[in-house]
């Protein structure tokens, strides 16, 4: 059994068949990548995963406590966190206060203080915060306004208002798409590096395959919303149903 479990999954948009029948078993302390062409429903599956959208049918089980049918924000507080394709984060704020902000939410999902009203308390949490900023790399900005940070560096700034959660399940969408490749190699090694540190599971959605190549130790291949392979690295490669998918021919 993995620490996410995803059985017979089933979802429809009118006429369109987004997700059949999907089984994806994502192991502890694994980085597990889920690739396909466009359309293939990755981003369906994904939102599946984070509570914004319920399945018509199967289950989904995160140590084995179902996901479906809670919000966003209590699927969070079970652990999961997510890295958006587009990094959101609150551009009129600094770094550090971007970091801390997590760290105030009120179990309502509200953004504000609650527990942590006290000037030690604060203290504690901007330690924290920081701890996390220096893992990113980014201990050095952080008095800087999110808003006028590159594209790369607000990616880094989201990760840190995850890992300040301390979550198990760490969920990127495209955590490279838009990035120099400078940056992208960049992004590969602090994604190895906060595994090692935090000891996290990380499901990856991915486009570019030299991300997937390096990180991934299992691999599911989606094609219109259908899981056709899950396998190791090594025998993703050159598989004929996967050429198929993203090429339209299989292999000879």
Known sequence: ???????????????????????????????????????AGKSTLLNVLVGKLIPDSGSVMFDGNSVLGRKPHEINQMGISRVFQTPEIFGDLTVIENVMIPCFA???????????????????????????LEDVNMLDKLNMHAASMSRGDKRRLEMAMC??????????????????????????QLLKDIRVKRGLTMAII??????????????TVLAQGTPLVEDTPDNIKGHPKVREAYLGEAQV
């Open 1 to 39: 059994m993995g620490i996410l479990e995803v059985k017979g999954v089933n979802k429809r948009f009118g006429g369109l068949q987004a997700l059949g029948d999907v089984n994806l078993s994502v192991q502890e302390n694994t980085c597990h990548a889920i690739i396909g062409p466009n359309g």
């Open 106 to 132: 009120k179990r309502d999902g509200a953004f504000r203080m609650h527990a942590y009203e006290t000037v030690a308390a604060e203290k504690d949490i901007r330690e924290k915060a920081e701890a996390i």
């Open 163 to 188: 890992l300040v959660q301390e979550p198990r399940l760490l969920l990127l969408d495209e955590p490279t798409a838009g990035m120099a490749r400078a940056d992208t190699e960049a992004t590969i």
């Open 206 to 219: 991915e486009h570019d395959m030299n991300v997937v190549f390096s990180l991934a130790e299992r691999i």
